[in-house]
């Protein structure tokens, strides 16, 4: 089992930035990608962004320039930075992690509580 714990989530005024940070625990010697979804009020779960054990990133349509994942300096954290925050990112932020390094037709394995961001004046 692994366990996902999600940090950094908080009030922001548009145009600001965020650092979300994700550590795993537990049997992380089976990840082999970690990565970021977020939902927004009324709608469905998005995935934002995912990085490989390899140090391959990919990132969804609406995360593309302003969004930047990495791995922290633990092999088991990894990091959202969110530049130019719109009130459109208020979301909550969920980690997540797979065994798999591509994950096709079903959903990820483990998952985070999720943190609240809220971006607003």
């Known amino acids: 089992q692994v366990q996902l714990v999600e940090s950094g989530g908080g009030l922001v005024q548009p145009g600001g930035s965020l650092r979300l940070s994700c550590a795993a625990s537990?049997?992380?010697?089976?990840?082999?990608?970690m990565g970021w979804y977020r939902q927004a009020p009324g709608k469905q779960r998005e995935w934002v962004a995912s990085?490989?054990?390899?140090?391959?990133?990919n990132y969804g349509d609406s995360a593309k320039g302003r969004f930047t994942i990495s791995r922290g300096n633990a092999k088991n954290t990894v990091s959202l930075q969110i530049d130019s925050l719109k009130p459109e990112d208020t979301a909550v932020y969920y980690c997540a992690a797979d065994p798999m390094t591509v994950v096709v037709g079903r959903p990820w394995e483990y998952w985070g509580q999720g943190t609240q961001v809220i971006v607003s004046s």
């Open positions: 537990g049997s992380i010697f089976s990840i082999n990608v």
């Open positions: 990085l490989t054990s390899g140090g391959s990133a």
